[in-house]
């Protein structure tokens, strides 16, 4: 059995740093409504920067930590539901700006805040048979310049940035994974191409439900397929930053001892595609990952989509 082998990360925030009491000035909002809500205190907006240009940022930090060049990379992910353009993907000018061979299996993919699991994943089974040993995976998000900034229910939730990972496969490791779907077209919405400007439509109750349901269930799961009693026999915890409630809802249910479930959500918001990402190399940056820990990551969002890995760091 092989398994992905992270050998490093990167991250990339817009310069603009957006807090509650900024938002209030324009939506009937506060930062104590706003914290208490969702423990989110500040968010990253896309000024000048494109979706993009926080890519290349990200995954060039993730290259030259492992010390790889263009001529290593056989496989160039990118998830995110807010692309520059429909086309040309976001993966085929990330290639071009990083002067990856023009045989890199290159493609974006949508599922939402799973999508950095879903990309690992997809990686992992293409580098199998890929025309170089190395896959670059990066979650990128400009949401900024899809939400209502009148709505007050949404616009406070989500921030702008990237996450990227470099992988290879690692035949002598092993990892667990749980994907799951569920059609739902009014739990979150953003409308597509047409006269409508692009928003993000959600019933935050319903998704909240959803989220605490799947979160637990697969962690449940990739516990029993690791053959783990519990939560606390892992050395962490990551899931995708979407409300901290609902991380904290978890830990609480599955009895997790304390600061195993990371939370950086109060200074990014939701990030979606690129939230893991980006905690994993805040992590890794601050050397809190350490080679050998055993880590759970899980992902859920707009579909409504969910994804969960188990894997040795």
Known sequence: ??????????????????????????????????YSRTG????????????LDLAVEAARQAMERANLSPADIGVCLVATFTPDSASPSVSCLLQRELGLGEDTVCFDLNAACAGFLYGLKTAHALLADAPRPCALVVGAEVISRVMDLTDRNTCVLFGDG???AVLRRAEDRRWHTVFGSRGDPDSIR???????????HMDGKAVYRFATEVVVQSIRQLLER???????DLDLVVCHQANARIIDYAARKLG?????????????????????PIALDELAQSGALRPGMRILLAGFGGGLTWAGALLQW
């Open 226 to 232: 690791e053959g783990l009693d519990s939560v606390n």
């Open 40 to 51: 989110i205190r500040c968010r990253h907006f896309c000024g000048p920067e494109t979706g």
């Open 162 to 164: 990237a996450g990227a």
């Open 190 to 200: 953003v409308q597509g191409p047409g006269p409508v400007p692009a928003a993000i």
């Open 1 to 34: 059995m092989s398994a992905p082998h992270i050998l490093a990360t990167g991250r990339c925030l817009p310069d603009r740093v957006v807090t509650n009491q900024e938002l209030s000035q324009t939506v009937d909002t506060s930062d104590e409504w706003v």
């Open 256 to 276: 997790a001892r304390e600061g195993l479930f990371f939370k950086n959500i109060d200074r990014y918001g939701n990030t979606s595609a690129a939230s893991i």
